[in-house]
């Protein structure tokens, strides 16, 4: 929210484009009654916002105090009627909690956010440690209590990972229905969790070229290729495990591959510490093996097990 360039906001942009609708991640210790009332008017942009479980998790990740700005903020977006949601980060610390009818019920049922995002701490960026990852063990835990959440609740809930089955596997590097990200520095990546670009925008169109340079590169290809290869736009007898999507965090060995093979670089110098750190890409390595492992029945059972008798009926 305190973004300006050119005398224009966050709100400014969303109002210059009707004909789509936004979401944005905020803290959102900036959404007075004046920013609320602006959202309410332009009507097309609603508020992630962040936190870290209740007011003891929130306070200690992000200050004394901010928890109780952020149901500020909510009360705010609540009587202007701007639809919101709720956005996570699990930890190995948090992960417990977060799905707990006492921490649904507050922010859902109390608070009134309509949906929730779960973004499963990836080890890159700042500081970076394998160590504040979920237990594979803790995954699986969570994967059950999301579908109960889900169908029991009617909760719109999503789980960037967990929640593969529902977006048909990796959505990255541009596959149809999916995305890729822009970072601020105009670097064109698979995605924000896929730090590695070839190409950047600013670059891309000073030589005469468009986003489809970066969507058609043999790099972005190539994992179009493998999420094609998993399962994406297979018969549903023949995809793979979804529960475990992603190519960086679930399958690391592929990640590295078609990242040595098409020399993406680093969009940041701890992306170059983790792809030099023999330790990270081991561990990430094992990590994904072990969710792959502890989810197979889930997937066998509940997914391509019924599919495969369908098939043979």
Not at 58 to 67: E, P, S, Y
């Amino acid at each position: 929210m305190m973004w300006r360039s050119q005398g224009k906001d966050i709100i400014d942009l969303a109002a210059e484009h009707q004909n789509t609708f936004f979401m944005m991640y905020t803290n959102g210790t900036l959404i007075d009654e004046k920013k609320a009332a602006r959202l309410a008017e332009v009507g097309n942009l609603t508020p992630a916002i962040s936190v870290e479980g209740l007011q003891a998790e929130t306070d200690a990740r992000r200050g004394k105090g901010v928890f109780k700005q952020i149901l500020k903020a909510m009360q705010n977006l609540r009587e202007f009627g701007v639809p919101f949601g709720i956005s996570v980060t699990a930890t190995r610390n948090n992960a417990d909690l977060l799905l707990t009818d006492e921490f649904v019920d507050f922010f859902f049922d109390k608070q009134g956010a309509i949906y929730g995002w779960i973004f499963q701490y990836m080890p890159i960026g700042r500081s970076y440690t394998l160590d504040l990852m979920i237990t594979p063990e803790q995954r699986r835990r969570m994967y059950e209590r999301e579908q109960q959440i889900i169908r029991e609740k009617g909760i719109f809930i999503v789980d960037f990972w967990n929640g593969g089955p529902i977006s048909n596997g990796c959505i990255s590097a541009g596959r149809p229905g999916g995305y890729f990200y822009i970072d601020w520095n105009g670097n064109v990546s698979p995605c924000v969790f896929f730090p590695y670009s070839k190409h950047n925008i600013v670059q891309i169109y000073k030589e005469g070229g468009n986003i489809n340079t970066a969507l058609t590169s043999p790099y972005f290809q190539s994992l179009r290729k493998w999420q094609q290869e998993y399962g994406y736009g297979r018969p549903p007898d023949q995809v793979k495990n979804q529960i475990v999507p992603c190519p960086i965090r679930d399958h690391y060995r592929l990640a590295y591959k078609v990242i040595s093979e098409h020399g993406a670089q680093p969009i940041d110098p701890e992306s170059a510490e983790a792809l030099k750190d023999k330790e990270y890409r081991d561990g990430l390595a094992a990590y994904g093996d072990r969710v792959s492992e502890l989810t197979a029945d889930i997937w066998e059972q509940e997914y391509i097990g019924p599919e495969r008798k369908r098939k043979a009926a």
